[in-house]
């Protein structure tokens, strides 16, 4: 067959189809894929993703996170797509401030990286009610996630809106945008299985629905064996390295590596070490996994009443690279970047070929992948939990210490060692501000006129919560009376009768004749819980108020979306001369949400609505039900603003009538017992906060500030003294680290061969403070055999007497040092033939210039 060949062509031609070519790739990119990676434009790639959700954080954030992301080593945003929030009553959308999606993908795209939609729309996420809208369940014949015509429909339109939207702004990448990839569902392959045929049905159609919307990029099904063709069905979890796709010219994608964890109100902080996320990232990678999304990268504040439950905390930290508040979380953050980098050298072998599997040792490996072309990268694995192992490989000795993954990009030298963590750590703290909140004032919310007939409704019965409320407010007052005759013998002496309510969830205040009489709570894996207590009746009618809170939907499980909230009884007197008194059936009232509430007191146009007491004057500190108000100034400085309400119990918060979520400072419980890196983990593993709050501190963005008189209003469930409430800003407070010196023995990456000959750089120590700080004391330094972890060095055995004057020599009034891990720089060596160690906590300080702030 005759062929054209290029240089028949005349030059001239030849140049405008190579730029015409080069600008329909420019405009019009391809994103597909194959059994080995995701395709862009026609190039295989190994991605790495992480996940910032947009309106878990400020739009003004937005950019600073993104590039912080991209600085780690991370090339794909992930944001699920919250459908509560966009349509919060049917027909109305919102896609203004922090719902701006729009506006975050071009932020993205800014960036230059890539996003991965997850629109869902079922997005689970600790999430109130999973991410739908509560509308959605009242739709007449609904179920959810099933083969149900409703649902389909509401489904389908919420999801064909949001990718018109990112059409009509050429927000694909095959429109030369940033998404390269979305999702449809959410983790579904449980719940097909529970659903039967109607479930498989459900899973067909929402593939077939998601491709028809013509996104030009593929789409994924996490946790969905089924997902159909050209789905790609990815995996969630802390471990990915046992998954394969259901077909095999799919791509082994892991759709969420969790990071950490999330928290729940009166339960621990999880915490997961980055050894281990960056061994399980290894094993993914080694095997043949091309994408790893980290859930969360980012995990930031449930604002408002957004978190999901019951009782997921305001706080969705997570644990993630970037903390909260967005700062870097290190070691965590520095170590997985290290990572990144590591494993983008071995990209070329990655996608070219399949790994070659050589054992090692009992519980060691080999991963190699060598191509044609002469590229060859290497990943040895241990297994072992406890041993550190020394291997044979290509005829050198690499030592693996346990439960880790050296990377060799040339199949010869170590640049990377999951278990080795050569960053520096970051201890955070909570400084005081100069801040003085204003006088404090407050307003009882007054329930004496609770059943006064304005807006309450009257039936026999208990009802379901959310039937009444819609969730228009967490609060929901059940009020009933009962009249007790004087000849009651608990009256002349007997014992108090006892009142008992059965609650569907998740926590109930109980008063009796406007007294707070107890309080009782459920749990995020028990929502259903009775109050059980004496209460003091009085001869005559007698009101029983039942203060019914919601603490968030739950967003998992199967159907969730019928499962009860509130007081659907019994509720029962018992101890009465009559014997048990079912209160369940008689006449109730009820009224939704506080008063406080209906007269918008938390925002800048309600406050003057009632009068407020100066709260000086307020005796008793514990009053229940209580408004509180103040104004601030905002103080100078950049750092990261949070409210310390250590000193208060429960209720909710707003800042110039923006809501910053509910609070409880109820204390942890659980075992906070230390934590090994090595060994498979799960979330009860490394716990911390135990007999702490949970959440003491509720971030205050400061996009929400203006310089002066901000407003400041909290309501208290419980009782608290208001007084100590105060602003904090998070800064780091000290670096630690902790680097071993060079071992001759053992090939690592403080070897570089240049040619034949090879250079010897001895490990270093690297410190740095934020911008606008400097390392004002080292806290603690040894060169030797130090012993314990950052926060709590101690010195060990063997202790260089140079180790303080060596770092304050380097160190003292710089923002960031560089101290080499040798003999010869601590003078000598203070234990031959030992293996040492430099170990230094270095305290940050505000440079002069900032210490205004
Ligand atoms: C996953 C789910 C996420 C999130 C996560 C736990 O199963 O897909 O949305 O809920 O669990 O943080």
């Not at 993205?108 to 809208?133: D, M, S, T």
């Not at 108090?496 to 009796?512: K, N, R």
Request: glycine content about 10%; proline content about 6%; hydrophobic content about 35%.
């Amino acid at each position: 067959m005759e062929t054209t060949s290029v240089s028949k062509l005349p030059f001239a031609f030849f140049c405008l189809a190579l730029w015409l070519g080069y600008q329909l790739q420019r405009v019009h990119c391809t994103v597909a894929y194959d059994r080995k990676a995701i395709l862009i434009n026609g190039q295989r790639r190994i991605l790495f993703s992480g996940s910032i959700h947009y309106p878990r954080s400020t739009p003004d954030m937005w950019e600073d996170l993104i590039f912080k992301a991209k600085e780690g080593g991370i090339d794909v945003i992930e944001t699920y797509v919250f459908w509560n929030i966009h349509e919060p009553s049917q027909g109305n959308y919102n896609f203004e401030g922090r719902y701006d999606l729009v506006r975050f993908v071009k932020t993205v795209q800014k960036a230059g990286l890539y996003a991965h939609l997850r629109i869902g729309p079922y997005v689970c996420a600790e999430w109130n009610f999973g991410g739908f809208p509560v509308w959605l369940k009242y739709v007449p014949g609904i179920s959810f996630r099933t083969d149900n015509e409703p649902f389909k429909k509401a489904m389908k339109g919420f999801t064909e809106k949001i990718v018109g939207m990112m059409k009509s702004e050429s927000l694909y990448e095959s429109q030369g945008g940033p998404i390269i990839l979305s999702q449809i569902e959410n983790e579904y392959g449980g719940q097909s299985k529970l659903f039967g045929p109607a479930g498989q049905k459900y899973v067909n159609w929402a593939a077939k629905m998601a491709i028809e919307t013509g996104t030009g990029v593929p789409w994924v099904m996490c946790k969905e064996d089924d997902a159909p063709d050209p789905v790609i069905n990815t995996c969630n979890g802390f471990y990915c390295d046992y998954f394969t796709p259901n077909k095999p010219y799919k791509p082994t994608i892991w759709t969420e590596a969790w990071s950490g964890w999330f928290t729940e109100f009166g339960g621990p902080i999880h915490e997961r070490p980055v050894q281990d996320l960056a061994f399980a990232v290894g094993r993914f990678i080694q095997k043949g996994g091309s994408f790893v999304n980290y859930y969360m990268y980012h995990g930031g504040t449930n604002f408002g009443r957004t978190a999901g439950g019951p009782f997921i905390t305001t706080s969705y930290d997570y644990d993630a690279p970037l903390d909260e508040y967005g700062l870097i979380r290190q070691p965590k953050y520095g170590h997985l970047k290290e990572l990144h980098k590591a494993i983008k050298m071995c990209e070329r072998a990655l996608v070219s070929t399949d790994p070659v599997v050589t054992s090692l040792g009992n519980f060691q490996q080999a991963h190699v992948y060598s191509t044609e072309s002469g590229d060859c990268a290497a990943f040895l694995a241990n297994y072992d939990t406890k041993s550190s192992v020394r291997v044979m490989f290509n005829n050198m000795h690499y030592n693996l210490p346990p439960w880790s993954i050296s990377i060799l990009p040339d199949c010869r030298n170590v640049v990377f060692n999951t278990a080795k963590v050569g960053v520096q750590t970051s201890q955070m703290q909570m400084l005081p501000t100069n801040t003085r909140m204003f006088s404090w004032e407050s307003f009882d919310e007054d329930i004496s006129s609770l059943d006064d007939g304005s807006a309450t409704i009257t039936t026999s019965g208990l009802l379901e919560q959310i039937n009444v409320t819609r969730d228009s407010s967490d609060y929901l007052w059940y009020i009933t009376s009962v009249d007790i005759g004087s000849s009651e013998s608990f009256l002349h002496g007997g014992k108090l009768p006892t009142l008992i309510v059965q609650s569907t969830g998740h926590a109930v205040h109980v008063f009796i004749n406007g007294q707070l009489s107890g309080s009782a709570y459920g749990t995020r894996e028990d929502r259903r819980f009775r109050y059980t207590g004496p209460i003091n009746l009085r001869a005559g009618t007698n009101k029983i108020a039942l203060l019914s809170v919601a603490v968030g939907l739950q967003n998992v499980g199967g159907h969730f979306e019928t499962w009860n909230t509130g007081i659907l009884g019994p509720v029962a007197l018992r101890g009465l001369d009559q014997g048990k008194l079912d209160l369940s059936w008689q006449k109730w009232t009820y009224q939704v949400g506080l008063k406080g509430e209906a007269m918008n007191l938390a925002s800048p146009n309600g406050i003057s609505s009632v009068e407020w007491m100066d709260s000086a004057l307020v005796l008793d500190k514990n009053q229940p039900l209580t408004w509180h108000k103040t104004y601030f100034d905002t103080p100078a400085g950049d750092e990261p603003l949070a409210l310390d309400m250590e000193g208060m119990g429960k209720g909710q918060i707003w800042i110039n009538g923006l809501s910053i979520g509910r609070y409880w400072t109820a204390p942890a419980t659980g075992n906070c017992n230390g934590c090994s890196y090595a060994g498979s983990f799960r979330p009860p593993k490394c716990q911390v906060g135990c007999g702490q709050p949970t959440q003491r501190w509720y971030h205050v963005p400061r996009s929400w500030l203006k310089p002066n008189h901000n407003l400041l209003v909290v309501f208290e469930e419980l009782g608290g003294d208001p007084s100590r409430i105060s602003l904090v800003k998070r800064s780091v407070g000290s670096v630690c680290a902790d680097v071993s010196e060079y071992h001759p023995n053992i090939r690592n990456w403080h070897i570089e061969s240049f040619g034949k000959s090879e250079v010897f750089h001895p490990p270093k120590v690297h410190l740095h403070c934020s911008l606008g700080q400097a390392i004002s004391s080292i806290k603690f330094a040894s060169f030797g055999t130090p012993l314990g972890t950052c926060g709590n060095y101690e010195q060990g055995v063997c202790h260089s007497p140079a180790s303080y004057a060596i770092l304050e020599k380097k160190c003292i009034g710089k923002r960031r040092c560089t101290v080499s891990v040798s003999n010869s720089n601590f003078g000598h060596d203070p234990c031959p033939n030992v293996l040492k160690r430099l170990s230094v906590e270095a305290v940050c300080a505000p440079t002069t210039s900032n210490r205004r702030g």
